[in-house]
């Protein structure tokens, strides 16, 4: 057996001299095998992410794991999408935030998820909607990086440890609220998708005999449909796939007559479909930009920059850490001041134990070549630098310089999810030593302490990958207030105006508006319009003079007091205003005092 083990020579190939890489490449599953275990990926990835958030399973229609926040506006969000299909208007510029133009691209549109949008009208399908979404998004993470890690040369248990870290990393779950980062599962197919293509895989390099051109057009596909799903996660994979695509076609024209003209022409396809998709996503994201002024400043991006000690927090929503046998805290590592602090949630990168240690591991021992492992080591430490933004030395040597040169980089204000990259790369040298270690205990059958290290591995990423994030069920629309959505009502505002959570906020007005989908000045997203800023300043004296030249100015015809929301609140004073002179009448129903401008 040779020394060096997991080695390369000059033609990619393992220093091993024995036939252990030969009788490895022979139990690699082709055809139909490989097939079938790709299907039990995905089940098994809906299994987990079934049991993990078992209360939304059971109550899909008025449950969502997190806090009331973002999921209902991402719970609105594919709604739209339904009401667009249905009833057809301007996709980009949805009912709420009324009278912005193109508010749907105020954030992610999330649009990869289309095709949930052909069934359900009113909030609990939106809700239903949202959590079937909510699944497949943590089921396809798991299988996506199963395969890949499949692909690249890995064992079973190195893809099981991959999907686990991948799709439920202690960082990721300090996400269980934003679907649009944790739907991240067309990256690792896609990236799967084009190393198949070509026949690669990080133990032995490229192999053209393996390529399969019409997988390497279908990865590009597949990354076009991750691109559709938003930017916060996309615009770095684009950037990525922009200098893979240059390797790929340029190796392939070189080994043309290796890969065959058929491997050329698939990437040059695939590039295409990926450009032209990526090109018309970006036009309504940049006409709100030159609508509305958009921009995201350095000082944002300072406020939101992780601190080292962020690498070692590990969030609340980690059941194992902060709720398990350890029961630690999120500050045990942390100073307690930037904790508290803005984007407290975006700070939070801890990897998991098992991920990290075993990564580490992969450095020393490890299936893949040396020089791999130098490339992966070296990747997953520059890529952290850069996730730490303002905080590695002001990161005017790093985050700076993607944030002012890169085109679109400037709207990412959250250096931190970069983790993202840093768990793959950590989750391919792991691999590396599952899949060693799988090898010597074939190798060494007195070792039985192998066997036991790589389940204990296994079990402790599962663990660590156990939520214990919050379940909430946001309050039922009032039925007085679902008869005034139905129709054609006028352009309506809801008081008390509420940003954050609650029983009565934004989100959960916003979350009631998919019954009927009214036009409705309420709504929150991740770009708030000027327009919006002056008409809920204008609500704090409403009903008076100005307030409602504010509301007609803009063409709202309506205004809605919620009475148990206003209740005891500086609202409550909307009811005692005298309305002589102001051209409004006022009803009374069991929920609501509707005033109407006339």
Same mark, same amino acid.
């Given at each position: 057996?040779?020394?060096?083990?997991?080695?390369?020579?000059?033609?990619?190939?393992?220093?091993?001299?024995?036939?252990?890489?030969?009788?490895?490449?022979?139990?690699?599953?082709?055809?139909?095998?490989?097939?079938?275990?790709?299907?039990?990926?995905?089940?098994?990835?809906?299994?987990?992410?079934?049991?993990?958030?078992?209360?939304?399973?059971?109550?899909?229609?008025?449950?969502?794991?997190?806090?009331?926040?973002?999921?209902?506006?991402?719970?609105?969000?594919?709604?739209?999408?339904?009401?667009?299909?249905?009833?057809?208007?301007?996709?980009?510029?949805?009912?709420?935030?009324?009278?912005?133009?193109?508010?749907?691209?105020?954030?992610?549109?999330?649009?990869?998820?289309?095709?949930?949008?052909?069934?359900?009208?009113?909030?609990?399908?939106?809700?239903?909607?949202?959590?079937?979404?909510?699944?497949?998004?943590?089921?396809?993470?798991?299988?996506?990086?199963?395969?890949?890690?499949?692909?690249?040369?890995?064992?079973?248990?190195?893809?099981?440890?991959?999907?686990?870290?991948?799709?439920?990393?202690?960082?990721?779950?300090?996400?269980?609220?934003?679907?649009?980062?944790?739907?991240?599962?067309?990256?690792?197919?896609?990236?799967?998708?084009?190393?198949?293509?070509?026949?690669?895989?990080?133990?032995?390099?490229?192999? *053209?005999? !393996?390529?399969?051109?019409?997988? %390497?057009? $279908? /990865?590009?596909?597949?990354? #076009? &449909?991750?691109?559709?799903?938003?930017?916060?996660?996309?615009?770095?994979?684009?950037?990525?796939?922009?200098?893979?695509?240059?390797?790929?076609?340029?190796?392939?024209?070189?080994?043309?007559?290796?890969?065959?003209?058929?491997?050329?022409?698939?990437?040059?396809?695939?590039?295409?479909?990926?450009?032209?998709?990526?090109?018309?996503?970006?036009?309504?994201?940049?006409?709100?930009?030159?609508?509305?002024?958009?921009?995201?400043?350095?000082?944002?991006?300072?406020?939101?920059?992780?601190?080292?000690?962020?690498?070692?927090?590990?969030?609340?929503?980690?059941?194992?850490?902060?709720?398990?046998?350890?029961?630690?805290?999120?500050?045990?590592?942390?100073?307690?001041?930037?904790?508290?602090?803005?984007?407290?949630?975006?700070?939070?990168?801890? *990897?998991? !134990?098992?991920?990290?240690?075993? %990564?580490? $591991? /992969?450095?020393?021992?490890? #299936? &893949?070549?040396?020089?791999?492992?130098?490339?992966?080591?070296?990747?997953?430490?520059?890529?952290?630098?850069?996730?730490?933004?303002?905080?590695?030395?002001?990161?005017?040597?790093?985050?700076?310089?993607?944030?002012?040169?890169?085109?679109?980089?400037?709207?990412?204000?959250?250096?931190?999810?970069?983790?993202?990259?840093?768990?793959?790369?950590?989750?391919?040298?792991?691999?590396?030593?599952?899949?060693?270690?799988?090898?010597?205990?074939?190798?060494?059958?007195?070792?039985?302490?192998?066997?036991?290290?790589?389940?204990?591995?296994?079990?402790?990423?599962?663990?660590?990958?156990?939520?214990?994030?919050?379940?909430?069920?946001?309050?039922?629309?009032?039925?007085?207030?679902?008869?005034?959505?139905?129709?054609?009502?006028?352009?309506?505002?809801?008081?008390?105006?509420?940003?954050?959570?609650?029983?009565?906020?934004?989100?959960?007005?916003?979350?009631?508006?998919?019954?009927?989908?009214?036009?409705?000045?309420?709504?929150?997203?991740?770009?708030?319009?000027?327009?919006?800023?002056?008409?809920?300043?204008?609500?704090?004296?409403?009903?008076?003079?100005?307030?409602?030249?504010?509301?007609?100015?803009?063409?709202?015809?309506?205004?809605?007091?919620?009475?148990?929301?206003?209740?005891?609140?500086?609202?409550?004073?909307?009811?005692?205003?005298?309305?002589?002179?102001?051209?409004?009448?006022?009803?009374?129903?069991?929920?609501?005092?509707?005033?109407?401008?006339?």
């Amino acid at each position: 057996m040779g020394t060096e083990h997991g080695g390369g020579d000059r033609e990619g190939t393992s220093l091993i001299t024995d036939e252990r890489p030969r009788a490895v490449v022979a139990r690699v599953r082709t055809g139909p095998g490989r097939a079938r275990e790709g299907v039990f990926a995905v089940l098994t990835g809906f299994l987990l992410a079934a049991v993990f958030n078992l209360p939304v399973v059971l109550h899909p229609k008025s449950t969502v794991a997190g806090e009331p926040g973002d999921p209902l506006l991402q719970a609105w969000q594919l709604a739209w999408q339904h009401h667009f299909l249905t009833s057809g208007g301007d996709l980009w510029t949805g009912n709420t935030l009324f009278p912005a133009t193109g508010s749907y691209a105020f954030s992610d549109s999330l649009l990869g998820y289309l095709p949930l949008s052909f069934f359900g009208d009113g909030p609990y399908a939106a809700l239903l909607r949202y959590n079937a979404a909510y699944l497949i998004a943590g089921a396809l993470a798991y299988a996506g990086a199963y395969v890949l890690v499949r692909q690249l040369g890995g064992t079973w248990p190195a893809a099981v440890l991959a999907g686990l870290a991948f799709a439920w990393a202690p960082w990721r779950l300090s996400h269980a609220s934003h679907l649009n980062i944790l739907s991240t599962g067309g990256i690792a197919l896609a990236l799967f998708a084009l190393a198949r293509g070509h026949g690669f895989s990080l133990r032995h390099g490229w192999r *053209p005999e !393996l390529s399969r051109p019409w997988w %390497a057009f $279908a /990865g590009w596909v597949i990354a #076009a &449909w991750q691109i559709t799903l938003g930017f916060a996660i996309g615009l770095p994979f684009a950037y990525l796939l922009g200098v893979v695509g240059v390797l790929l076609l340029v190796t392939a024209v070189r080994q043309r007559r290796r890969f065959g003209a058929r491997t050329a022409i698939a990437d040059g396809a695939g590039i295409a479909v990926f450009a032209v998709v990526t090109y018309f996503m970006t036009i309504p994201y940049r006409r709100v930009v030159d609508q509305y002024g958009f921009t995201r400043s350095w000082h944002e991006v300072q406020q939101f920059s992780p601190p080292p000690q962020g690498l070692l927090a590990a969030p609340t929503e980690t059941w194992f850490w902060q709720h398990g046998p350890f029961n630690l805290k999120s500050g045990v590592f942390a100073d307690p001041g930037w904790l508290s602090a803005t984007g407290a949630s975006e700070k939070l990168l801890f *990897p998991g !134990l098992a991920l990290l240690v075993v %990564a580490v $591991a /992969g450095l020393f021992v490890s #299936a &893949w070549p040396v020089r791999v492992r130098a490339w992966l080591g070296a990747g997953a430490v520059a890529v952290t630098v850069f996730a730490l933004g303002s905080q590695f030395f002001g990161g005017y040597a790093t985050y700076y310089l993607l944030w002012h040169f890169l085109p679109g980089w400037d709207a990412l204000r959250t250096p931190g999810r970069l983790m993202l990259w840093v768990i793959l790369l950590l989750a391919l040298l792991a691999a590396g030593a599952v899949t060693r270690w799988g090898e010597l205990v074939r190798e060494r059958p007195d070792a039985p302490y192998l066997r036991a290290l790589i389940g204990v591995t296994l079990l402790l990423a599962l663990l660590e990958g156990v939520p214990a994030e919050p379940h909430s069920s946001p309050a039922g629309i009032p039925p007085d207030l679902a008869r005034t959505f139905q129709g054609s009502p006028p352009p309506t505002l809801i008081l008390p105006v509420r940003q954050g959570l609650g029983e009565f906020s934004e989100y959960v007005y916003q979350l009631w508006s998919t019954d009927g989908f009214p036009p409705l000045v309420n709504g929150h997203n991740g770009l708030l319009p000027p327009q919006y800023g002056e008409l809920v300043r204008a609500t704090k004296t409403f009903p008076d003079a100005r307030s409602v030249a504010v509301l007609r100015k803009y063409g709202v015809g309506q205004v809605v007091l919620l009475k148990a929301a206003a209740a005891g609140g500086p609202y409550a004073q909307v009811l005692t205003r005298p309305l002589d002179g102001l051209g409004i009448t006022r009803t009374d129903s069991t929920d609501l005092v509707t005033f109407t401008l006339r």
